[in-house]
């Protein structure tokens, strides 16, 4: 839109899933990330060129697809030596970081991971940023054994809660043209 082309760059969709598995005694969450972003300026491409995935000190990354369309459709796809390991990057822990390629004023950037990792009992989800979020969701899909609550802030939908089928219940949230968060000075 005319007010999203203002913006460096607006993410037209993120969706995050994390399901926790409980199997033979052992419990592993796996967190799936998939984001859509729009680049309009250059300042927008130095923003989201390089992607940060965290690997804490159990977590091992499964799957990850990335690519970039350019607005004549051309697509350059994430070349496996890009993918670059860092190590306890300012007390944060290790990521795993990548360049994306390809990347042109009007075209989009797109990104897939699976992490493996021990579970995490607590944790919040974001959903503004400092661009513009057309859509925004987040699921979290754990055994009937597992108790959670969840709660949302600041005019967010409050969270569903629902069976998931197969002895399994899920906490869902999700948003829609969610604006750009103000810069703080």
């Given at each position: 839109t005319k007010e999203e082309a203002e913006h460096p760059a607006v993410i037209i969709s993120h969706m995050q899933f994390s399901e926790l598995?409980?199997?033979?005694?052992?419990?592993?969450?796996?967190?799936?990330?998939h984001k859509v972003i729009h680049v309009n300026t250059q300042a927008g491409i130095e923003k989201f060129?390089?992607?940060?995935?965290p690997l804490r000190n159990s977590s091992e990354l499964v799957s990850i697809k990335v690519r970039s369309i350019d607005?004549?459709?051309?697509?350059?796809?994430?070349?496996?030596?890009?993918?670059?390991?860092?190590?306890?990057?300012?007390?944060?822990?290790?990521?795993?970081?990548?360049?994306v390629e390809g990347i042109t004023v009007g075209g989009e950037?797109?990104?897939l991971y699976t992490i493996k990792s021990a579970p995490e009992m607590y944790g919040r989800e974001i959903f503004q940023t400092s661009v513009p979020v057309?859509?925004?969701?987040?699921?979290?899909?754990?055994?009937r054994s597992v108790?959670?609550?969840?709660?949302?802030?600041?005019?967010l939908s409050e969270p569903v809660f629902q069976d998931y089928?197969?002895?399994?219940?899920?906490?869902?949230?999700?948003?829609?043209?969610?604006?750009?968060a103000p810069e703080e000075e």
């Open positions: 598995l409980i199997r033979n005694g052992a419990a592993n969450s796996f967190v799936a990330e060129n390089k992607v940060y995935i607005p004549s459709g051309k697509i350059t796809n994430l070349r496996k030596e890009n993918l670059k390991e860092l190590n306890n990057v300012e007390g944060y822990g290790n990521f795993k970081i990548f360049a950037i797109e990104y057309r859509a925004s969701s987040f699921a979290l899909i754990f055994p108790e959670y609550s969840a709660r949302s802030y600041n005019g089928g197969d002895n399994r219940n899920s906490i869902s949230v999700a948003a829609a043209n969610v604006p750009a």
